[in-house]
C-alpha cells in the first residue's frame, strides 16, 4: 500500500478545506444572487466527447478509463482508443455544452449555469500545477445580446471584490476583430489559426519573438509589420476610444456591429458596476481554446501578477451536439489560483466563531461522561461549534493545539470536582 | 458528439442540485458543530491501494484509468494490470486510511475527520443506482475508547433529525461477537468468513435460507441449529437485556470486555441524547466489509423501509500503510438514498427566500439598461437574488416558468413608462 496520492496529485488538509469552503460558499452565495442555479454533470465523460477537437491542446492530456468486462479485448488492442470508451473531463465547458443538449427542454431560457467542480489533466506535474483541480464556471446558454457578457463580468468582479481583491482588471477582445486585423495585415485565411498562436505567446516572447514566428510562418515581413503596428493603434486608450481608433484603421475589414457591441459593454458595464475595477481592450488577446465566436475576456489581478480567470462566447460548441447552435457564453474562475493568493496573503476567514472543547479525565464514569455529552448537546443548540475529546497527558500541549485550531474555550470533566 | 451522460452515470438538474447543496450544508454545519473537520483526497488513487483486498466486492467494480506515454506499452500487455496504474476511489474509507497514513504528524489527535464527495463503482446499472455517487463520511481516528461510537451515533442522529427522519433505527453488533457466536455454535474458524456472508443475507433469504447455505457449507445440522438459537436468547430484549442474555448463554466464548464495551455505548448514548432514536442490539448484522474489528452498526429509517448508512470500527487499516496500527472508527450516510427519500416525499427548503426578477423590454437603451443594472446590485446589496433578464414573446408564460423557479417578485422595465 501507497501512503502518498498519486503523481501529481494532493490531499487537502483541513486548515485549506476550511479556506475553500468559505470560498466556494461565498462564490456560490454571490453567484446566486445573480440568479445562476447550480448544476453538476459525471466526472466521467465518453471518449468520444473528450476528443472531438475542442479542447485545444487539453486532449493530449486526457486521463483514460479503460473498458470493462468483454468490451475489453488486450489481445485485440492496437491503439489506446480501442482500449478506453470514457475518460475523466479536462473542463467543464464541453459537459456543460453536451448538459445543456441533452436537457434543454427541461432547462430555463435563458439558462444560467453555475459548475463548481474538479478537472482532471495529465499534465507534467510541477509547483503550484496539480493534475486534478476545481475550476468555477458561470455560463448562460440562449442568451444572444451583449447583457451575457455585461452580466458576467459584474457577477465575477462582485465575487473578486467581496474576496478582497482592490485591484482587478478585465481585458476584453472579440474573435472576430483578430481575424479582421490579420485580414487587414494580409495574413491568408489558411494561417490564422497559427498566427493567433503566435500572438498567445506575446507575454513570453515579446514582440521580437511574435514578429520572428510570423515570419518563419511564411508572412510576408510587410503584412508582420502593418499587424504588430495595430496593437499601436489602441495603446494608451481607454475601452470605446481604443475601439473606434481601431475601426477607423480597419475600415470595411471590420463589421461595425462588432465594434459597436463591444463598445456597449464597456459603456454600460463601466456606468452600472459598484465595485473598482479596470475595463479594457487589449487587442493582443487570444485565449487558447478554439471554441469562441465572439468577444473574449481575461481577467488579471495585477499585484499579484496574474491572470485569475477568462473566458468568451462560443456560440457553436452545443450545436455540435444536436446540430443547432446555441447562444453561450461563459467565464471561468481560477480557485486554485485565488486560494493560493488568498493564503500567500494571510487571509483569514472573516467572523470566525470560537469553539469550545470539552475535556474529558481519562477513565470517566459513565454518569460523568452522560453529564459532559449533554453539556455539549446544549452548547450546539445554542449555536457553538463543540468538540468532546480525551483529556491527553500532557493537556497544556493538547490544549495549545487545540487553540491553533481555533478552539478558544475550554471546559474540563472530572470524576471528582478538584481540590 | 454524445448527448446523454456515460452509461449508468447521470446529470443533476439545477432543482435537485437545491436541495443537495441544502443537505450538504447541513450535513457540513451539524457534523462541523461536533468538531469534525472536513478533508479531501483526490478521485483518483494508485492501483496498489484499490487492490489491497480492502473493499470486499467493491474490488471487482473499480474504474481503472490507463498508464500514459512512455508507460503504456499496448504490445507488451498481458493483463489489465499491466495497461492500468491507478483508478476511480471506490469508498472514502480508504483514501482516508492512505491520507491519515500520510499526514499524521500533521493531523490533531484524535482526528476527527469530515468527507463529502463521490465515489465510482462499475456495477450493473438499475434503477436508482449509479455508477458515480456520493458518499458521506464521518471518521474519528486515534481514539480507542468508545468515545468515538458514542459521538459517531449522536452525531449522525442529529443530523437526520434535522433532515426531519422521526423515526430513526440504529442496530449494532460487534465483528469480535459474531466470531463467538461462531465458536459458541461448533462452527470452525476457516468457515468464519463464509458464514458471514451468509448471515448477511437474512433479509433477503430468510432463516430457513441461511440455514440451507450453512448446511450446503458443511456446517453440521447440530451447529446450525445451536447458531439460528442464539438469535431467539436476544430476540425482543433492549440492548443491554440483551447482550447480557447472550453472554450468559455464549459463556467463556465472549471475552466480557467486548460485552461490557457495547452496553456502555447502550447506556450513554440512550442517556444522552437529545432526539428520538432507537438502539437495538441486532446478532444477526454483518455489514459486507472486511475491514471491520469492532463494534459495528447499521441505520434504518423503518418508515421508508430502508437503510440509510452504517459503519463500524477498523483498528487495522492504517496499519497497512504504516505498519502501526491505528484505532479508527467511521460511519457513513447514503447521501444519495437521503435525497430520493426526502424527494419522494415532497420535502421543501425551509426559509427559502423570494427571489426578483427583472424583465427588459426588448432593444432597450444602454440608459435604461444601466438602470436596471444598478437597481439590481442594489437589491443584492439588501440580501435579494436578483435576475435580470430580456423580456420574451410570450410574458405570461415567462412569469410562470420563473415562479415555478421560485421568482415571487417581478419588475418589468420599458423604454418608455407604459400608458
Given amino acids: 500500500m501507497i501512503k502518498t496520492p498519486v503523481n501529481g496529485m494532493r490531499d487537502i488538509l483541513p486548515k485549506e478545506m476550511e479556506l475553500r469552503n468559505y470560498v466556494l460558499k461565498l462564490i456560490r452565495d454571490t453567484y446566486r444572487s445573480f440568479g445562476f442555479t447550480e448544476m453538476e454533470t459525471p466526472a466521467v465523460e ?8 475542442q479542447g485545444g491542446e487539453n486532449e493530449k492530456l486526457i486521463f483514460k478509463i479503460m473498458k470493462r468486462g468483454e468490451k475489453l479485448r488486450i489481445e485485440d488492442a492496437k491503439t489506446e482508443n480501442n482500449l478506453a470508451d470514457s475518460g ?47 475550476q468555477c464556471d458561470i455560463d448562460i446558454l440562449g442568451e444572444s445580446t451583449n447583457l451575457a457578457e455585461i452580466e458576467l463580468i459584474l457577477a465575477t468582479t462582485t465575487v473578486l471584490s467581496l474576496l478582497g481583491f482592490k485591484k482587478v482588471d478585465i481585458r476584453i477582445n472579440d474573435r472576430r476583430l483578430l481575424k479582421a486585423m490579420a485580414a487587414y495585415s494580409g495574413v491568408s485565411e489558411d494561417l490564422y489559426d497559427e498566427v493567433f498562436i503566435a500572438l498567445d505567446k506575446l507575454d513570453k516572447i515579446g514582440e521580437e519573438g511574435v514578429a520572428k514566428e510570423l ?13 504588430l503596428d495595430l496593437f499601436r493603434v489602441t495603446s494608451g486608450k481607454t475601452g470605446t476610444e481604443a475601439l473606434s481608433a481601431l475601426q477607423e484603421t480597419l475600415g470595411d475589414k471590420a463589421d461595425p456591429e462588432i465594434v459597436r457591441n463591444l463598445s456597449e459593454i464597456f459603456d454600460v458595464v463601466n456606468a452600472s458596476k459598484t465595485n473598482e475595477f479596470d475595463l479594457t481592450f487589449d487587442p493582443t488577446l487570444v485565449r487558447g481554446m478554439g471554441y469562441y465566436t465572439g468577444p473574449i475576456f481575461e481577467i488579471g489581478v495585477p499585484e499579484f501578477g496574474s491572470s485569475v480567470g477568462g473566458g468568451g462566447r462560443y456560440d457553436e460548441m452545443v450545436g455540435r451536439f444536436i446540430g443547432k447552435n446555441t447562444p453561450a457564453c461563459g467565464f471561468s474562475i481560477g480557485f486554485e489560483r485565488i486560494l493560493v493568493i488568498l493564503s500567500e496573503n494571510g487571509f483569514t476567514i472573516p467572523g470566525e466563531q470560537t469553539k469550545t472543547a470539552i475535556l474529558l479525565e481519562k477513565g470517566l464514569s459513565a454518569e460523568k461522561r452522560i453529564e459532559a455529552l449533554k453539556e455539549a448537546a446544549e452548547l450546539r443548540k445554542a449555536g457553538k461549534n463543540v468538540l468532546v475529546v480525551q483529556m491527553a497527558k500532557n493537556k497544556k500541549f493538547q490544549k495549545e493545539q487545540l487553540q491553533e485550531a481555533g478552539y478558544g474555550e475550554f471546559r474540563e470533566v472530572y470524576e471528582r470536582a478538584l481540590q
Fill in 46 to 53: 465518453s471518449i468520444e466527447n473528450l476528443t472531438g477537437k
Fill in 88 to 134: 475523466l473531463r479536462y473542463d467543464l465547458t464541453v459537459p456543460l455544452s453536451r448538459y445543456f443538449a441533452n436537457h434543454e427542454a427541461e432547462l430555463p431560457k435563458p439558462f444560467k449555469a453555475l459548475q463548481i467542480g474538479p478537472v482532471w489533466r495529465a499534465d507534467r506535474p510541477q509547483k503550484g500545477r496539480f493534475r486534478q483541480f476545481y
Fill in 215 to 227: 515570419l518563419s510562418l511564411g508572412i510576408p515581413e510587410e503584412s508582420v509589420g502593418k499587424y
